[in-house]
């Protein structure tokens, strides 16, 4: 379930970059799960009471369900990305996913890597293009 907001530009991000990923897509479909989408642009009431079971007083907020566990919901990060949802996806189906991530040719973990610049870098080239997007 992901928890979002028309006025949102964290979530409209995470929408088009990852969320409408092929690769999440495929992933979804693959491991028979679906998105439901919380739209919290009106300010439903039934919406801010699961933001507040969750400590938020906003979006975006994002939960993995496992039907082997219901109740407990896994709480993904703010700011999403391709590897994270599709890793978070195959350790709830019990298979854990490798990937390899790169950039610019290095390791984006690892000792020595420092995950705020990276989160800066990413933040910053997928907001490029989606504003390149949205001018075309």
Not at 6 to 24: F, M
Not at 27 to 47: N, P
Not at 93 to 102: I, Q, S, V, W, Y
């Amino acid at each position: 379930v992901y928890f979002t907001a028309d006025w949102c530009l964290t979530c409209k991000l995470n929408e088009r970059a990852v969320l409408n990923d092929e690769r999440v897509q495929q992933a979804l479909k693959q491991h028979d799960s679906a998105i439901f989408k919380a739209d919290w642009t009106l300010r439903d009431e039934a919406i801010r009471a699961e933001l507040a079971r969750f400590g938020r007083a906003g979006v975006p907020l994002y939960l993995l369900y496992d039907p082997a566990r219901p109740g407990r919901p896994q709480v993904l990060p703010e700011l999403l990305s391709v590897n994270l949802v599709l890793d978070a996806l195959a350790r709830r189906a019990g298979r854990p996913r490798r990937a390899e991530c790169t950039l610019r040719g290095r390791p984006c973990s690892g000792p020595g890597v420092d995950p705020g610049s990276l989160t800066v870098h990413l933040l910053a080239v997928s907001v490029s293009k989606l504003t390149s997007r949205a001018n075309a």
